[in-house]
């Protein structure tokens, strides 16, 4: 059995919808399932911001240590701890950054969004570097509320927060499109954008400045759930609803590397009020993306 022959059947064992492109660095093999489908990113967009902040620094246009100060129309709901924080806090935007990618802050992110000229300045850049396949439009706070009803999507983020415990979100909305309105990619288009953020698209140092900070991701109980103790993996994970995704770099070797970008969706409705059967289809969907990433690192190891 080949390598795209177990990604489909872990697939339909799992009962996911997926992409799956992956693209071996150094020898340059390439295969996907789906790779040209598009799916919503989720917090995966936060590599094109990513990026997008590297060709900036890259320009001279933004400094690492740069002081932004954080207000409190800034702060979004969702993952992240710069809600909790005072006003007035300066992060730097290294700071930004490192949180926007390895705990996901939403709140950083908006924050690194502006700074950056908006979603529009990061869409051009991904088109510029022809992932046309890419698009971002809206922040986390826009996204986010687009998920609500209209009655209820202006409210203070404390009374939305509460809103969630009782009622669940439009699982028709914008945040689940497949079309350019929202954020979405293909699998193949987000290899595409690690492999040029790994190889020579960037400066030396800015190049590790992007990895190092991927390097340090938190959430690594997708991809990395079943890779060998102590394999490093420069990742972003992204979630909304049943959305799962994991896109990143998994460091074999020192001389052997792959990246796996991995859209997943299910259907969440059923169990969004049932905790103990949420957590169990969790688990199966995590566990399926687990077994994709274990069943690429075994089948480019033997490189080594």
Request: proline fraction near 5%; include cysteine; hydrophobic fraction near 45%.
């Amino acid at each position: 059995m080949n390598l795209v022959e177990r990604i489909r059947m872990i697939i339909e064992k799992a009962d996911i919808d997926a992409g799956v492109a992956v693209w071996h660095i150094e020898s340059g093999a390439r295969l996907d399932v789906n790779g040209d489908a598009p799916y919503p990113m989720a917090s995966t967009f936060k590599i094109p911001i990513l990026a997008t902040a590297c060709k900036q620094l890259a320009e001279g246009a933004i400094s690492l240590d740069a002081r932004v100060p954080l207000a409190d129309v800034d702060k979004s709901m969702g993952s992240g701890i710069l809600p909790y924080f005072e006003s007035g806090l300066q992060p730097t935007v290294r700071d930004l950054l490192t949180l926007m990618i390895i705990i996901s802050d939403n709140t950083a992110t908006d924050i690194m969004v502006d700074y950056l000229g908006g979603a529009a300045a990061v869409e051009a850049y991904l088109h510029e570097l022809g992932l046309t396949e890419i698009f971002f439009k809206l922040n986390c706070k826009e996204l986010l509320r687009q998920a609500f009803p209209p009655e209820v999507a202006d409210l203070p983020l404390e009374e939305l927060v509460k809103w969630t415990t009782e009622n669940d979100i439009l699982r028709d909305s914008l945040p689940f499109s497949k079309g350019p309105e929202n954020n979405v990619s293909t699998a193949a288009a987000m290899t595409a954008l690690l492999h040029l953020l790994y190889g020579d698209l960037l400066p030396a140092e800015i190049r590790q400045v992007a990895l190092d900070i991927l390097y340090k991701q938190q959430y690594t109980h997708r991809i990395a759930r079943f890779l060998p103790l102590g394999t490093r993996v420069a990742s972003k994970t992204g979630t909304i609803g049943g959305i799962r995704n994991d896109c990143g770099i998994i460091r074999i070797s020192e001389t052997n590397h792959v990246i796996v970008s991995l859209f997943v969706e299910w259907d969440e409705a059923p169990v969004w009020n049932r905790p103990a059967a949420h957590h169990q289809r969790v688990f199966e969907v995590e566990t399926a993306m687990g077994g994709i990433g274990r069943a690429v690192y075994d089948e480019f190891a033997s490189l080594d």
